[in-house]
């Protein structure tokens, strides 16, 4: 039996050392974990200089999607409206205040307090500062008269998104040695330097002369052709492909995350046949599922890249892959909320059948729901 080291650090794996390498991080709703490549010091590494920076660009989209992951619950992201308020949203949940709101207002009748709490405990936290100033307050009282209210955010919500190459293409290189090792094929011969030496790039609001810009690794560029290369059964998905052509003695690894453009990388190869590996799962129901691949197509074109970082053809590519995202997004939402609406008037569903009766006590609320979607 040959023995197995870690692709990063070269140490011998073991069953204490060895650890399952997150291909996709789980974060994202990779499932793909194979052992026998990775140490545990190798992929706390490719976590902190890879799989995080990947993990806070794309999370909005898991949080929006509702997608599945393998475990845990996806935290809310933050969204704001066109007044500046901020609220955490989170695909299923109703939206929520990034922070609660306290307003005092001294005039010579007395002082008013306004106060806005996400919940009832933190309503309580909040009344002890007004029972600090004034003792003789009831904060019981106080309580017992609270409101709870719900209303809908005047307009759409926003969210600043950071994607681009900075972060995709470090990851994607990382990602095309750890899925070639796991099918036993070469990794890219510059792997192991260039994560050593790789430091992520830092804001853009730091001084010009402190920031890190990160650089960019080798052999890897967007490839987006405009012809359909493969096939998925899936709405939203991430796909990894690995094709090997013996004629040119290379591979040719694909990611595509979140349908967004997609980021090729070229490795070695030294076998005598072609060989292809893929790995597919749909985002929302974490289920994998099959990717068909052209392989002519891939024989046939040169593996080069498509679009340049920054170009015009490739922002109107993205933007235009976001606003499918995005439209998923509404549609997923928009049922859960008519969902919400009819249990909270009749109930849970329970395979019911619903009455004429039932049907007219909520269409009012539906349609009343339906018309602020579209005058919002």
């Given amino acids: 039996m040959k023995t197995k080291k870690c692709i990063l650090t070269?140490?011998?794996?073991?069953?204490?050392?060895?650890?399952?390498?997150?291909?996709?991080p789980s974060a994202l709703g990779g499932r793909f974990k194979p052992k026998g490549i990775l140490s545990n010091a190798a992929n706390e590494?490719?976590?902190?200089?890879f799989d995080l920076p990947l993990i806070r660009t794309l999370h909005p989209f898991m949080a929006l999607?509702?997608?599945a992951r393998d475990r845990g619950e996806n935290t809310p992201t933050r969204m704001t409206d066109k007044y500046g308020q901020s609220y955490f949203v989170v695909f299923g949940k109703s939206l929520e205040l990034t922070e609660p709101k306290f307003k005092e207002e001294k005039s010579d009748n007395g002082t008013t307090y306004q106060i806005t709490a996400r919940n009832m405990k933190e309503a309580r936290t909040l009344l002890g500062i007004v029972k600090k100033n004034h003792p003789e307050f009831d904060i019981e009282d106080a309580l017992q008269q609270a409101v709870v209210k719900e209303s809908y955010v005047d307009g759409m919500l926003h969210i600043n998104l950071n994607i681009g190459a900075n972060v995709f293409f470090p990851a994607a290189f990382a990602m095309a040695s750890i899925f070639a090792a796991s099918k036993q094929m070469k990794t890219h011969p510059e792997f192991i330097q260039y994560v050593q030496s790789f430091e992520a790039e830092t804001p853009l609001n730091e001084p010009e002369n402190t920031r890190v810009v990160a650089v960019m690794p080798p052999d890897t560029f967007y490839w987006s052709p405009s012809q359909t290369w493969f096939k998925v059964t899936s709405e939203i998905s991430h796909v990894l492909i690995y094709f090997a052509d013996p004629q040119r003695n290379k591979a040719f690894f694909y990611v595509e995350l979140f349908n967004l453009p997609g980021v090729a990388v070229v490795l070695p190869y030294d076998g005598s046949l072609t060989e292809t590996h893929t790995y597919g799962v749909d985002v929302i129901s974490g289920v994998e599922v099959e990717v068909e691949v052209d392989t002519q197509f891939l024989q046939a074109n040169c593996w080069q890249p498509t679009h340049s970082n920054g170009d015009t053809e490739l922002f109107e590519l993205s933007k235009s892959k976001i606003e499918?995202?995005?439209?998923?997004?509404?549609?997923?939402?928009q049922n859960h909320a008519i969902g919400k609406i009819?249990?909270?008037?009749?109930?849970?569903?329970?395979?019911r059948q619903f009455t004429k009766e039932d049907i007219g006590k909520?269409?009012?609320k539906i349609a009343e729901f339906m018309v602020r979607q579209i005058v919002r």
């Fill in 324 to 333: 499918k995202i995005l439209s998923v997004v509404h549609a997923r939402s």
């Fill in 45 to 49: 590494i490719l976590n902190d200089k």
């Fill in 65 to 67: 999607l509702g997608g």
């Fill in 362 to 364: 909520i269409s009012q």
């Fill in 342 to 351: 009819i249990e909270k008037e009749l109930g849970p569903p329970d395979g």
């Fill in 10 to 24: 070269e140490v011998i794996l073991t069953e204490e050392n060895d650890s399952k390498a997150h291909v996709l």
